[in-house]
């Protein structure tokens, strides 16, 4: 098609209204808050039960959820149970979110097999929370509600532990009645790896800009100087910082393991899932795991927000753990977002040169001072680079007039760091973390019974009950009430978030629908409602249905069809048979 | 939804509140090694602990 005079500028004025209108959004996005998710995959043992009682057990679990007797919507139980199926299924998802750049989700998620709709999170139970629970390989999984919060994320994850771990008892007995054998019981473990070589899911999200996203995940030079050097555009770029970033960043989230899987021998390790990180970047969840992994699945407008996937870092029991590992990623990815450590001095921008290597050295490495090549010839520690990084985060939060929990975060974040830089076993703040508590019992333990071999089956036993899910079989739990960890949130701030859905995100609109109008809902999924009336409520912008834009309309207990109108402005519906037909990008508000 | 919380709250005693608050001086450094002051015994879990880890086995996930 050939233009000329008034229609080409015609068309050139609709092209700029267009590029000035997603610019505008863009910029909306990278100056509001992360927000935060996490997904835990618990590891599930059953007891003196027959082999079918065990496979089993993680629906058992699961499905008690039922006895609970809370509002929450089923989705049905599919489950993906081998690696290969999974892989499988990986695949056609990555394929379909192709087609999701142009179509409509629910349009795609209505067309998907059983499985792949499992794979794209549509099965289990959506809970009144706005949490997903539901088994994914053999392993019951709880997904948390967003939150743009780190204290908030802490909550709900905490909630989500004591719901799993009220299922489980009720698992149990079910299943001691069911088999006539009292002394069947059934272990919860909140951890990564089972010692064995099998590692299963800690993983956060954090939503970023489809520029930021696209920058890391696709940039040219994203690739390590591990071989050759290749010049100074490969040195610096988003990519090796990012990498950098999160390999670092072991010696803050890590949850503690004793003994090694692959790689170099180690009697105590720093993080659980370091052994397991193969590549620097790399789409596998499963088999050849990235440091940086590239699922693109948004869940939420594809155009105006993207999900930065994290699948190496650990699961933690510490509330301090998860505060300042959401916290400080967010952190970071905000100062990415603009341009803050882009600009800064020094060399935070240089990547490692061999990340891989790197985060298997990081987690063995207990002095914390052990040099880490870099790509321009330099050496960093994890220490050092995590203390330039928290430098930078404190004049960032400062400058910018952060909300008070980014000052907190960045001060805690201090804290720790410096804890780590003396004597960490005897510092309030590093002993509050797992791997520092995990290690400090150990050593304690050790010396009490006179234990030379770090990797005898008693450290092992301890190392594994410090994440039993079950209070009384708990370690973390006992030096938690004997006030060995320090706390962030109070026991009735997660009472409170055992029923409630997070307030700043659509999660609350979520939660709310579910809790008043569950009879009415036939599907439900992190991004869409679909309503017995054929009607589909598309929530693709995460930052709305908050408390204060709901609650007001929720105040005279509206009836279905008027609460359903009234939020029509907030988010499109539409007929379930125009949902299914449509194929658009369209642009909408951010705000 | 008062009706629906069957499932009793954690933990409500304000002990460990109260113990959270208490500056934590438990241990102290001494020379190249950290001497622990005070101990948490483990005798009634250690038992099971170790059955539980000698069978744990997981199949691999995500």
């Not at chain 1, 089923?74 to 142009?102: C, N, P, V, W």
């Not at chain 1, 992190?526 to 409520?537: A, E, I």
Request: charged share 25%; hydrophobic share 35%; proline share 4%.
């Amino acid at each position: 098609m050939h233009l000329a005079g008034e229609e080409f500028i015609l068309y050139a004025f609709a092209i700029k209204n267009i590029d000035n209108s997603i610019l505008k959004k863009e910029k909306a996005m990278r100056d509001k808050p992360v927000i935060l998710g996490l997904e835990t995959e618990y590891g599930i043992s059953v007891y003196n039960a027959s082999e079918t009682d065990t496979l089993f057990a993680p629906y058992d679990v699961v499905k008690a959820v039922n006895d609970l007797n809370i509002p929450l919507i089923d989705r049905g139980l599919e489950s993906i149970d081998t690696i290969e199926e999974h892989e499988k299924m990986e695949a056609e998802a990555r394929q379909r979110l192709f087609e999701y750049k142009y179509e409509n989700r629910v349009a795609i998620l209505r067309k998907a097999s059983r499985a792949l709709r499992q794979r794209l999170g549509c099965s289990g139970y959506m809970l009144e929370t706005g949490a997903r629970y539901y088994v994914d390989m053999q392993h019951p999984e709880y997904s948390t509600p967003e939150t743009e919060d780190p204290r908030t994320i802490v909550l709900v994850q905490k909630a989500g532990d004591f719901i799993v771990e009220e299922c489980r008892k009720r698992a149990e007995h079910r299943m001691r009645v069911r088999t006539g054998n009292r002394d069947l019981a059934i272990h919860i473990h909140r951890n990564n790896s089972d010692g064995k070589g099998n590692s299963y899911a800690g993983h956060e999200n954090y939503s970023l800009s489809p520029n930021l996203f696209d920058e890391i995940m696709y940039s040219s030079d994203h690739f390590e100087a591990s071989n050759t050097f290749r010049g100074s555009s490969v040195i610096q770029s988003i990519t090796n910082t990012v990498l950098k970033f999160l390999v670092t960043r072991s010696i803050i989230i890590g949850s503690g393991k004793v003994g090694f899987e692959e790689y170099e021998p180690a009697s105590y390790q720093i993080s659980q899932r370091a052994d397991f990180m193969m590549q620097p970047i790399a789409a596998s969840t499963v088999y050849y795991r990235g440091i940086i992994n590239t699922r693109n699945d948004p869940l939420a407008r594809y155009r105006l927000i993207r999900r930065f996937h994290t699948i190496c870092g650990d699961s933690n029991m510490s509330e301090l753990s998860i505060y300042l590992k959401c916290g400080i990623t967010a952190l970071f990815f905000k100062m990415l977002e603009q341009g803050y450590i882009q600009n800064s001095s020094g060399n935070l921008m240089t990547g490692l040169r061999n990340s891989v290597s790197a985060m298997h050295a990081v987690s063995r490495d207990l002095t914390l001072r052990q040099k880490l090549p870099l790509a321009d010839t330099t050496f960093t520690t994890a220490l050092q680079t995590q203390e330039e990084y928290c430098e930078l985060a404190k004049s960032y939060v400062e400058k910018n007039q952060l909300a008070p929990v980014w000052t907190d975060v960045a001060e805690k974040w201090e804290a720790v760091l410096n804890g780590l830089n003396g004597d960490r076993l005897s510092d309030p703040w590093a002993s509050s973390l797992d791997w520092v508590a995990k290690e400090r019992f150990l050593k304690q333990y050790q010396k009490q019974h006179h234990i030379d071999n770090p990797v005898d089956i008693n450290c092992q036993a301890i190392a594994l009950a410090y994440h039993n899910t079950n209070p009384d079989r708990s370690i973390y739990e006992r030096l938690l009430n004997n006030g060995r960890i320090k706390r962030i949130v109070s026991s009735k701030e997660i009472n409170s978030m055992i029923h409630e859905p997070p307030v700043d995100t659509r999660a609350y609109l979520r939660g709310k629908l579910i809790q008043q109008y569950a009879s009415h809902i036939t599907d439900i999924g992190w991004d869409y409602v679909v309503f017995t009336n054929n009607t589909v409520l598309q929530m693709n912008h995460p930052r709305k249905g908050t408390k204060d834009q709901i609650e007001p309309l929720l105040a005279d207990h509206p009836s279905f069809e008027i609460f359903l109108e009234r939020i029509s402005h907030l988010f499109t519906t539409e007929p379930l048979e125009m949902s299914h037909n449509r194929w658009i990008d369209n642009i909408g508000d951010i705000d | 939804m008062s009706e629906q919380t069957q499932i009793q709250p954690k933990r409500t005693d304000e002990s460990v509140q109260e113990s959270v608050q208490t500056p934590e001086q438990v241990v102290v450094a001494h020379g190249e090694e950290t001497i622990f002051d005070d101990e948490i015994f483990i005798d009634d879990l250690i038992e099971e602990a170790r059955d539980v880890a000698k069978n744990f086995k997981q199949k691999g996930g995500q």
